[in-house]
């Protein structure tokens, strides 16, 4: 009983993480569900698909009404993305993808992750990737092209190992599509829910699922995800990131060592 209220306390604190800084949900409910709640990490992946996927989209509302979702960068991004999580999804249904091959993945991308995080809270990265962004970095290749294969990438990332890659997107739009960073935050949320669902297609029939719990579970992560889209106007985000950051790298640690 005492580990059910604490696992879906915690779901409510996924849900506030996405509210308050446009990501890092998924780098948490993986863990929760696996060492908390004791479900196996191919259905635990699964289920994370499902509970940030709806909570991203709950937190999307608000974006949409601010106006800081845009309908063509999800254009060129989420098809691409949603066939990537389709086909990671399916990868890491084969026999031969074992529990620990997922594990050790997913605990190196929260270590990538939460350095991400650390650097970003420490160095004003909102200025500086607007900054970016109007210089011409891509010259090589197209930048609808660099989003669509960015968005294949973090796709894959999403269905292997559920990790919704806000880390990774939201950098993408700012650097490769030129999108203010509110935009760019309220634009992944979207592509995040539309990927959940293909990367979740792939995992269902092939991996079991408590649907209680992830019934529960995702109530709770939406309600988080409220309250943290109401904290987020008295709260800076940026400052709450690089805490975040060094709790991510915490729980990779343990990630690794537990696998």
């Not at 026999?95 to 350095?115: D, K, N, R, W």
Request: net charge positive; proline share 4%; charged share 10%.
């Amino acid at each position: 009983m005492l580990t059910t209220i604490i696992g879906h306390l915690l779901a409510v604190c996924i849900g506030i993480s996405l509210g308050l800084i446009g990501g890092g949900g998924s780098i948490l409910a993986a863990p929760v569900l696996i060492y908390i709640m004791s479900v196996p990490a191919k259905s635990a992946f699964a289920m994370t698909l499902v509970i940030v996927g709806v909570a991203s989209l709950i937190g999307a509302i608000p974006h949409w009404r601010q106006g800081n979702v845009n309908p063509k960068i999800i254009a060129l991004f989420a098809p691409a993305s949603m066939l990537g999580a389709y086909l990671g999804a399916r990868l890491a249904s084969l026999p031969f993808i074992t529990p620990t091959i997922q594990l050790v993945t997913f605990g190196v991308m929260m270590l990538v992750a939460s350095i991400s995080m650390i650097r970003k809270g420490a160095s004003k990265s909102e200025k500086s990737l607007d900054k970016a962004s109007h210089s011409d970095q891509h010259t090589v290749i197209p930048k609808w092209l660099a989003i669509a294969l960015e968005g294949l990438v973090v796709g894959v990332l999403t269905g292997f190992i559920g990790i919704g890659g806000g880390f990774l997107v939201i950098p993408a739009l700012v650097l490769l599509g030129n999108t203010p960073m509110k935009e760019a935050v309220g634009t992944s949320l979207i592509i995040l829910a539309l990927k959940s669902v293909t990367g979740f297609a792939g995992y269902f029939g092939h991996v079991p699922i408590d649907w209680t719990l992830l019934l529960s579970f995702t109530i709770a992560s939406s309600v988080g995800i409220l309250l943290g889209s109401y904290l987020n106007q008295f709260v800076s985000a940026k400052q709450l990131e690089k805490g975040f950051g060094y709790f991510v790298l915490a729980v990779a640690i343990f990630v690794l060592i537990r696998r």
